[in-house]
């Protein structure tokens, strides 16, 4: 298999958090509309790709958890899209609790040091992940990675977003180049292992509940006066092209 596709695929996703301070004209408030446009579009991907690849790969995961520690797993899947969205819904609570506390205490406008630790790991993880699941896109045909790269670099963008507004020079000065690296760590995890084919299953549902909840998170909150235009708009345009191929 050629991979040079997906090594540029993962310098591509890096490369969103290494530029990241040029993204800074997206901050503010009303909420940018190219922000919401790049939630709905990864939104979209989750129900039209994701959601029904875990569908489809509830049988083999059935037929070869058994005896593993993903036993429990075996008639649902969904039990990671659940796990999933728990983990960072809490990380993403005590980011802001942090941030708030820091605030009324006047020791600035972002998070405290062990919850920005615990935050960036969350994250690294996530990162670490798509870069693993880039490779397996690719075996499965190059459209499915472009399409996998798109909704992952518009989810990027969102995220970078959010973690620079709740951490401040700390993401800028060291997070965003860890969460980079965490993808040719993924990427590279798969490239020299093998592991057994419930993992991308796993992996995949593990990357539902992820990006479900966070593009919602961003998105609801009254204060941000989100475009609720734009999220429908990215949405109904990449669930069509999803559609098309």
Do not use: C
């Amino acid at each position: 298999m050629n991979v040079l596709p997906t090594l540029l695929a993962a310098a591509g996703l890096a490369s969103v958090h290494v530029f990241s301070q040029r993204l800074r004209i997206l901050d503010g408030v009303p909420r940018s509309w190219f922000l919401s446009v790049a939630g709905g579009m990864a939104v979209a991907f989750v129900v039209l790709r994701l959601l029904p690849a875990l569908g489809q790969g509830q049988e083999t995961l059935s037929r070869t958890v058994d005896g593993t520690p993903f036993s429990f797993l075996q008639s649902h899947v969904y039990l990671a899209v659940l796990f999933s969205m728990i983990v960072f819904y809490g990380a993403d609570g005590l980011a802001m609790e942090s941030k708030e506390e820091n605030q009324q205490e006047g020791e600035g406008e972002s998070t405290g040091v062990p919850v920005f630790w615990l935050n960036l790991s969350v994250f690294a993880t996530m990162n670490a992940l798509i870069g693993y699941l880039l490779l397996h896109n690719q075996e499965r045909s190059l459209q499915a990675l472009v399409l996998f790269f798109i909704a992952m670099t518009l989810k990027f963008i969102v995220n970078d977003h959010a973690l620079h507004s709740k951490h401040q020079e700390k993401y800028d000065n060291l997070g965003r180049w860890l969460l980079a690296g965490a993808v040719f760590l993924g990427w590279e995890i798969r490239y020299l292992s093998q592991f057994p084919e419930y993992v991308p299953i796993i992996l995949q549902a593990l990357l539902a509940g992820a990006v479900s909840l966070n593009v919602l998170r961003e998105e609801l909150p009254p204060e941000r006066k989100s475009r609720y235009w734009a999220f429908g708009a990215g949405a109904i345009v990449y669930s069509a092209l999803l559609l098309a191929f």
